[in-house]
């Protein structure tokens, strides 16, 4: 589409702040994830068509470029509303829009943008993680229908989720890659079974999903049979563009006091008596370091994607964020010293540094090990050559597993 | 001129590259560290005809007032070729501490000359502790009637036996002051030391009485030194960003070349997982070195806080992409003819320069308000 004048853009913002102004309820700022008030909040949205402005009229948008999306994007985020840039951003929707048959299409994509519909993610399994084409699951066509047979792990919301996105094999005699396709499966049927996880941190968001029997109708089958791969490689790029920001911080609750402009080590260090001790000086230095340098990479990544050239920075925040996590944890606890042999609700200090020590590995392991990531980082940034893979060009049959 | 536009910037970008692709070839810069002045006055007077040398003086006294944002994008080039010459002595080092006396006879009787490069300045400041603070200042000025003699001793003083300025800061009854010294006088010993990074001159001085004009007022000799040091950590810290992204660049190009087990070892995940932390490390000094020119062009309230992390995070940086390409290299680097070894002198001797890791990480957290 044209590129809009900067007079144009200046309407679309009055536009969507009147609009806010007349819709937008300032109390709903911290329901986006859940909420009383978020269904009918994304459902105006929907129906104004703030949801995904760069999406066809078709299907709720407005036929925008990214420019107009921008404008919209940033007045919402003025007031603090939810709902908009889900074309950019909601990995159900943008999956079912690219690659969903129209009876898919119709029967979904509404309900995702308002939040009326949950969903799950049906990839790992115990014997398929950074080498996410070898899952085993396997779905066989049976009259107008799918049957689904085998165990996933790692997902989160299971237990909610009305659909999952499922990546299975429909072909064992071709190279790993080619046997897969990607499935929306319904959850809430007698084939699926969910058992949570107890986790390192002791707390249980993610599940083994067991598939039995599963049933999916042949229109939820993206894109074609054998084509699985492809529409995973593009659902992971939406999710890994959305992941890296997410880290979880304290959970204990307890508050830092922090004099005027104090960095949060400088506080913790204060309050554990270390702040005179050199080598806490020089660590508490270091890790903030890390992580003010993270925040100037992703600004100038930023600044120069909005100047129009690729940034291959962007691609390094996942890594380089994993390693912020464990440092600062790291340092956390040495700070602590013996109090970190406790944990629990009388020793909030204690309970932060061992949580975050323990979630820190959710981002160096999930979503990509920091060593998938670096192999990633190489291969794509630097231009190294791939290593040879010894079961890329045999029939899955073949391939040995476990 | 004054502060550069995107597009300005870009086109002395593209010249600096032309000129240092040209001038300055890692054949140029072995050369210049054979020679005795250790760098080549034909591109020093190239650099200067295309303003590089003024950028940091203002336009009053014939520099460009480009500032340290620009100065910190050449720097990076320079970091790059490990292009030789007095450019962070005389024309950030020296001409910060000028600018920063306040005292404009002094900015109009010795700047333009820095700012057109026919004067080459160094400031002679630590003494044998080399810590670049206050406590390290080893000369002092005595009152002779109307003058003032230094004495004592100055070390790791950059180029010293080229300039024909020298500007230095002594202890006198009333605090820091700054001199210009009779560069002509008696009483001075000028030993040139062997400088572990061959592309830089290092020279340790001995003053005896020597005469010296005072130059701002003294007791404030430190400000002084301090924008200087501001400037000078900020533009050390661009080369050394320029230097890391450059010597890892060296280093992926040969790992896809290099052939073992009938392979490029760069397919290796032993090599390809330290070359993804370094390009962190190196991408990491880039944005901190432009950060913290940007601060100190705005004199923003924490600007300080930001040069001292980029001191520490580019120094290590390039510190450590030196250190990891020579070993992810193999045989070939550990060899003279390689040029891995040079950036690693270079990046060894930036940790060093104007204060090391350790001094600037505690500047840094008290910075944080520690």
């Not at chain 1, 270091?286 to 990544?301: F, I, M």
């Not at chain 2, 005595?142 to 003058?147: F, S």
């Not at chain 2, 040079?342 to 008290?366: C, D, I, K, P, W």
């Amino acid at each position: 589409m044209r590129e809009a004048t900067q007079s144009e853009l200046d309407t679309i913002r009055s536009e969507v702040r009147a609009w806010l102004e007349a819709n937008w309820n300032p109390a709903w700022r911290n329901q986006a994830v859940d909420g009383p008030n978020r269904i009918t909040w994304l459902t105006r949205v929907v129906e104004a068509r703030w949801a995904a402005p760069r999406w066809p009229v078709e299907w709720f948008g407005r036929g925008w470029d990214d420019a107009r999306g921008r404008v919209v994007e940033s007045e919402f985020a003025r007031v603090g509303a939810f709902g908009t840039g889900q074309d950019r951003t909601n990995l159900w929707s943008n999956t079912v829009l690219t690659f969903g048959t129209k009876t898919l299409k119709e029967q979904l994509i509404g309900g995702l943008l308002r939040g009326e519909i949950n969903m799950c993610l049906l990839y790992s399994e115990a014997g398929a993680g950074s080498d996410l084409a070898g899952v085993r699951t396997r779905a066989e066509k049976s009259g107008d229908e799918w049957v689904v047979n085998g165990q996933k792990v790692w997902t989160s919301r299971a237990k909610i989720a009305d659909y999952g996105m499922l990546i299975a094999r429909t072909n064992w005699d071709v190279p790993k890659h080619k046997g897969l396709s990607f499935f929306f499966l319904p959850m809430k049927q007698a084939g699926v079974e969910i058992r949570p996880l107890r986790q390192i941190t002791n707390e249980s968001e993610f599940n083994e999903v067991f598939l039995t029997d599963a049933r999916a109708p042949a229109a939820n089958l993206l894109s074609r049979e054998g084509d699985g791969w492809r529409v995973l490689v593009t659902a992971l790029a939406y999710e890994r563009s959305v992941m890296g920001e997410s880290a979880r911080g304290p959970r204990s609750g307890a508050a830092v006091e922090r004099k005027q402009g104090e960095a949060e080590f400088v506080a913790l260090a204060r309050e554990a008596d270390r702040l005179d001790q050199p080598e806490m000086r020089q660590r508490i230095a270091q890790v903030t370091a890390l992580r003010r340098l993270n925040d100037l990479n992703s600004a100038r990544a930023k600044a120069e994607i909005a100047q129009g050239s690729s940034s291959s920075i962007m691609s390094l925040g996942k890594l380089a964020m994993s390693r912020i996590l464990h440092e600062e944890a790291r340092l956390r606890t040495d700070l602590l010293g013996a109090q970190s042999l406790l944990e629990g609700p009388d020793h909030p200090r204690a309970e932060d540094a061992n949580f975050l020590s323990l979630n820190a590995y959710f981002t160096s392991i999930g979503g990509g090990t920091d060593q998938i990531q670096q192999n990633i980082i190489s291969e794509r940034v630097l231009g190294l050559p791939k290593e040879p893979e010894v079961d890329r060009d045999v029939p899955f049959r073949e391939v040995r597993g476990g | 001129m004054g502060r550069l536009s995107t597009e300005e910037l870009t086109s002395l970008e593209d010249s600096l590259a032309r000129l240092l692709r040209d001038q300055s070839p890692m054949t140029a810069v072995r050369a210049s560290m054979e020679t005795e002045d250790s760098f080549s006055q034909e591109l020093w007077q190239q650099l200067a005809a295309m303003g590089i040398t003024g950028l940091l003086i203002d336009e009053e006294y014939g520099g460009s007032g480009a500032g340290p944002v620009t100065m910190e994008r050449v720097m990076e080039q320079v970091g790059a070729t490990l292009m030789c010459g007095p450019l962070l002595a005389s024309a950030v080092l020296a001409a910060g501490v000028i600018s920063g006396s306040g005292d404009h006879a002094a900015e109009a009787r010795l700047l333009p000359a820095i700012a057109g490069g026919d004067s080459i300045a160094t400031v002679l400041l630590t003494g044998p502790k080399g810590t670049w603070t206050e406590e390290g200042v080893a000369l002092t000025a005595a009152p002779q009637g109307n003058r003032w003699t230094v004495s004592g001793e100055a070390h790791y003083v950059l180029h010293a036996a080229n300039a024909n300025c020298w500007l230095a800061v002594a202890r006198t009854d009333q605090g820091l002051a700054l001199f210009e010294l009779d560069r002509k006088a008696q009483g001075i010993s000028c030993n040139r030391q062997r400088s572990f990074d061959h592309t830089l001159r290092i020279d340790q001085i001995t003053l005896d009485a020597v005469p010296g004009k005072a130059i701002g007022t003294p007791g404030c000799g430190w400000q002084a030194v301090e924008q200087g040091l501001n400037q000078a950590l900020v533009a050390l810290a661009g080369e050394q960003a320029g230097g890391a992204r450059r010597m890892l660049e060296i280093t992926v190009e040969y790992a896809k070349l290099r052939y073992q087990f009938g392979r490029p070892i760069g397919s290796y995940q032993a090599i390809k997982h330290m070359a993804a932390d370094l390009i962190i490390e190196s991408e990491s000094a880039v944005s901190a070195a432009r950060k913290a020119a940007a601060e100190l062009d705005a004199r923003s309230s924490d600007y300080p806080g930001w040069i001292s992390l980029a001191a520490f995070a580019c120094a290590d940086a390039f510190n450590r992409v030196a250190a990891d390409g020579i070993q992810m290299h193999g045989g070939i680097a550990f060899t003279w003819e390689h040029p891995a070894h040079l950036y690693l002198r270079r990046a060894r001797a930036g940790v060093q320069l104007f204060g090391n890791s350790t001094y600037h990480r505690e500047n840094y957290v008290r910075a944080l308000g520690g």
